[in-house]
Structures are given as C-alpha cells and as structure tokens.
DNA sequence: CTGAAAGCGCTTACAG
DNA sequence: CTGAAAGCGCTTACAG
C-alpha cells in the first residue's frame, strides 16, 4: 500500500511538509543532516509523490506528448524505444497519440494534449512536424516542442535531423564508386523534408560525377511498402532497367527487394538495392539491406532532454538561438542487398 | 487560450460549479435546460476540464498503462494502434511503458505506474502478462488490468486471447491436406503461453492424420528474427529437410524465407512456411507469408473498454466471474509461402 | 536553511 | 434536480 503521503513523511521526520518536498525535488538548500534524514523516510515508507498532486500545485505535469501519424511504423518503434528508455531515468512519462490524416482532427489531437493533458513538452514525428497550423499553434501557445526532421519554419522550435542530403549524396556516390551507372531512385513521401532532401542528395552526386539517367528512373513513392512495390514493379520492367535501385526508406526498399526475387532478379547482382533509415525491417529480410542508419534512439533521448531541462526563465518572445537546431551523425551501412566491390567495410 | 476553468463557466451559466462539473460528467440528474445552456457555453469559451485537478479530486486518472516487454516489435505496434484509436474517442490517454529483462525492474515499472501516475487500468502484454509476482501485486493492490494471452493465474483478472491451439492445429492441417508430410515448428518463446499451445495443436494436428516426424524437426525459437534463423539454417540443412515449416510467429517465419533464399531454395516449391500473428511483416516481404490473423487491434480495443467501463461498485474480495475470460476469433490467411492446392480461397 | 499559509481546479458527500 | 463546504496532495511565494 503506498497511501504514504508528504505529510506522513513530514510528521515522522519532525520536519514541516515543504522541508520534504524540497528533499524529494532535490533542492540544494537543505541541510545536509535533514536531507539524509527525510530520504531514509521517504525510503522506508516507500513514499511516492502524487503525479496529480504535483501537477496541479506547479506547472510541470511530468508527461511528454510523442505525436505520429502512424503508430505502426517501424520509424516510430524505434524512437519509441529511445524515448522510453530516456524517460524511465527522468520521471517523465510517455503519452503517444496518432494524429492520422485529417488536419482538423491532428490539431485536435494536440490541443488535446496541451489543454487536458497539459504535456510538459511536445515531440512531433514527421510528417507531423511538417504541418504550419500544429508549429502555429504551439508557437502561439508557448509550448515547449521538438521536432523531428521538419522543413519549415524552422526557428519556430528546437529541431533534430541527421544530414538527409549528404547521406543520400554518399550512398549514391559509393554505388557509383562501385561501378553502378544506372541509378534508379524511389522518392519519399512529399509531406516530408527528408525526401526531398534525400532526392536532392542523390541528384547531386549523379550530376557531380557526370551521369546522366532518364526521367523514368525517378519514381514518386510514398514511404510504404506498398507505394515501393508499385514504384519497383515500373522501374524493373523497364527496358533499360536500373542496375541499383535507391529508395528513400526501408519499406520501400523491402519492397524492391521483393519485386525483384518476384521477377527473378539476383540482388545485388542484377540489381543493387539501398534503402535509408536502418529501422528493424533492414536486417529483417534477406538479403539484408543495405541503409543509412540513422540514430533514432539517441534522437529521442536528445528530444525528451531538450524537454525535460528546465529552461532558463525568460521572456517567451525573446528571440530564439540558433542552437535549436541539433543535427546528429549518420552512418552508412553496407550490407548485403548491395555490390560493394570497393571498400568492403 | 484555455485557461478556462469550471468557474468561469458556473459565473457566465449563473449556476454552481457543481452542476456544470455534472454537465461535463454526463450525469443524468441535470434539468435539460440547464444542460443546454452550460454546454453550450463550455463549448463557447472551449473549456476542457484540467485531467490533474480531476484526478486528484476524484480517483479517477483518466490513464491507461501499456506495459510490454519491447516496444519496438510488430505485435506491440499492431495493438498499439487498435489502444491508441480507442482511446481518441473514450477521453483516455495510453501511457506506454517498456518493463525490460530484469524482473525487479518490471515490478518497479508496474509500480511506478500504479503509485505515481495512478493509472485507472493496466494491459499487460505478452510475456509481461505471465509474471506471477506482477499479477501477484496486481491483485492485491486491487488494480484494474486486463491481460493478453497470458497463460498463468487466469482466474486473477480479466484476459484476451484468442484460440492458439486451435488456429495452430487449423495451420498444420491445412499444411497436410495440402500434400506435406515433413512439417516441421519453431517453437515460441518459454515465457510465454501462446508458444505452447501452438506447439501443441502442431502435435495433436500430427497426430490426429498419423504423422510420425523426426525429433529434430522441433526447434526452440524465442520468438525474435535471430532464433529464427538459428533455427531454420538447422532445419533447412537437415539431410531430410522438411518441406513445411511452421513458425510460431511471423518474425520467426520471416527469418525461414530468408535462410530458405540463401540456400536458393524455392518457396513454397521446395518448402513452405507459415507463420503466426499478420504483422505487419507478414506482408512486407516476399513472398507474403501465410499466417493466423490475430485481431490485435480488436483485442486492444475490447482491453480498453473492460478497464473504462464503470464497474457495479462491489467488494473488491467478491469472487469473480468466469466471463473475464475473452476468446476473439483469428482467421487463417494463406498468402505465397505455403502451397494451396486445395482450398485456393 | 526552514516553515505556515494559501491555493492549484476539480469532485465527493452531504443537504435541501 | 441543484448547491455550499470541504478536501484531494502537493507547490508557490512569502517570511524569518
């Protein structure tokens, strides 16, 4: 039973509630003998504080709102697992809502989420973090927000990203580099600055190492695995087909895979097949894909820090430090849906 | 702006604060009038009750915990979905909780979540479900939970299945109506209930239609990709490779596919596989794999629902009754990596 | 460094 | 069917 309350602690201790509560908050003025008193009580009586209790006295909630479009996305279980494991040594709590296609009801959603539930803070996932009424919104609000990967308005909030365009430039460099010449590439969902910087990356490298590719080898794809399977299936019964296929995700690429083996194509060596991001679905296939691992766990330990670091008390309208922007390390994974002549690593 | 409290709408209505806290909480004894005319300002000024103050108030959080093992794992994301859609339209809210490995740490999540954010509800998921000191806790602590598939102490709280040993025993027939003889299983993970009772409808499946295999033809999974293909490259290098391997999950399955690629073997000419669940994953490569539909997300919003629904105020120590047990239907579901002579629907 | 008072925004339990 | 009072368990802001 853990009906304890500050006041049970309080009376056995021989001190007033607010002594306690400074201990349990870790505040530095206390003495050091009543510190250590106060927390062997708290401790044996396994006291807990009351998360409402706390709540409704100060402004903090202690909860953070995680926003996606889709849950069942292996992008989002991967952050979910380092958002998690973030919040488990910090005394916040996840509260994960889906925010699924109408923009009325998105913004519902949210407002939901700062209004009744009053989340401490708010990460919004892509495409989410995409959407201007939401960055309005929170903006106008002064709610505390990260974003992950968004393309606009980006001194509205702190933000985190990996370098989209020049991991795409590098993977299509070191298809190249491994003799490929005939380059396809799956473009992204268009809700997303990653797929369009990831497209721009690719395009990059093509022209500055002087190829030239017909149009058909770009293909407009939405980041599911279905939208690949379409985009495969045209750019495989090409005529002229790709030798390395480039899709801007790993369901895609899953997808690429799979039309291949349908049409009996040896990967790598028919087709060379990259996907991009490195969630679970990469090494869950055969042959296991060849990706960009981006660092989704250490984004969301960052994105809950960003949060859960008291700020220092200021004017809400000051004007923003560009250190919002927090830009993390990629890393590119070969493995064995690619031809990696050069450079086994 | 919604710093609108109960007040401001009992001053502007020019009634008490309790009869617009009635309005909000749909009680029945309110004039219609009145009713009216609070709601209709509450919605004016955008009011949303503050989820601290009820909380504290009353003893009601509004907060359900989700607590699994991994949540980067197609099985949780799947239910996660049915959780989340549930909730958009019940005014809860799922905090989401990983409870890793350690035992002690799990017991120190659950009770985490029960002391400190009070959470109305627990679902437990595979193989948290199956811990006897949570369940232990659980109950004595007088908590609400619901449990998925667990297969310990059934009497102890209500639980969602659906019938593995039957749809495992369905899975095998059909393997063997369709021609195989050498069907060989990947057994689940120990830890959990759903493991056994597919093994045993593979069994008694065997049985029933005079089969005799080879004792090597049983292999251990824990129902991870990795076991998977421990266990697959052992069965598929077999001297007499079976021609049929039945997964107990689709992760397992997958895994087959890919061994079953690697040693260029066709499938399902040369073998054919079936797995458990339709995850995601089930679809997301190739060819799809032939499973059991577990309707996950009708089995999370059926958890949400027996946590939310106001109970008849009874003493706790009141037997229970046997309808807490909930068996949903699955469906076999025959894709590409089985063969289907018979039976193409 | 420590404490007494007031209040956060609701609901419970009791009247009428 | 409606309301006045008290309180949920903490913290803020102010004293000392």
Not at 57 to 76: D, K, P, Q
Not at 292 to 307: G, K, R, W
Request: aromatic content about 6%.
């Amino acid at each position: 039973m853990s009906k304890v309350k500050l006041q049970d602690i309080a009376i056995k201790a021989g001190v007033s509630m607010m002594t306690v509560s400074r201990v349990m908050n870790n505040d530095p003025k206390v003495g050091a003998k009543t510190r250590e008193k106060v927390s062997k009580i708290a401790n044996e009586m396994h006291y807990k504080p009351n998360i409402a209790a706390r709540h409704l006295a100060s402004s903090r909630s202690y909860f953070i709102g995680l926003v996606c479009e889709y849950a069942n996305y292996s992008y989002v279980s991967k952050f979910l697992v380092g958002a998690l494991r973030k919040c488990r040594t910090s005394g916040y709590h996840i509260i994960l809502d889906e925010a699924t296609s109408h923009r009325e009801k998105t913004i519902a959603t949210i407002k939901d989420l700062i209004y009744v539930t009053k989340v401490d803070g708010l990460i919004l996932l892509p495409p989410i973090s995409n959407i201007p009424e939401v960055v309005d919104l929170l903006v106008s609000e002064n709610i505390d927000f990260v974003r992950i990967a968004p393309d606009i308005n980006l001194t509205a909030s702190h933000y985190i990203c990996i370098d989209d365009y020049q991991a795409a430039f590098e993977v299509t460099e070191k298809l190249i580099l491994n003799g490929h010449k005939r380059i396809a590439h799956i473009i992204g969902s268009p809700s997303q600055g990653a797929s369009r910087m990831r497209y721009q990356g690719y395009l990059d490298a093509l022209r500055s190492n002087q190829l030239m590719i017909p149009p058909e080898y770009i293909e407009q794809g939405d980041f599911t695995y279905k939208s690949g399977l379409d985009a495969a299936k045209r750019l495989l019964e090409l005529t002229n087909k790709p030798d390395a296929i480039f899709a801007a995700n790993d369901e895609m690429a899953a997808a690429v895979v799979s039309v291949a083996h349908m049409k009996h194509l040896d990967v790598p060596e028919d087709v060379s097949i990259v996907g991009f991001d490195d969630t679970e679905l990469a090494t869950t296939i055969w042959p296991n894909i060849s990706t960009v691992t981006q660092p989704l766990e250490e984004m969301a330990e960052l994105a809950i820090d960003i949060l859960t670091t008291p700020k220092t008390p200021s004017p809400p309208k000051k004007p923003k430090m560009s250190s919002m922007r927090h830009v993390l390390e990629y890393q590119l994974q070969l493995r064995d849906s690619s031809k990696n002549n050069v450079n086994l690593t």
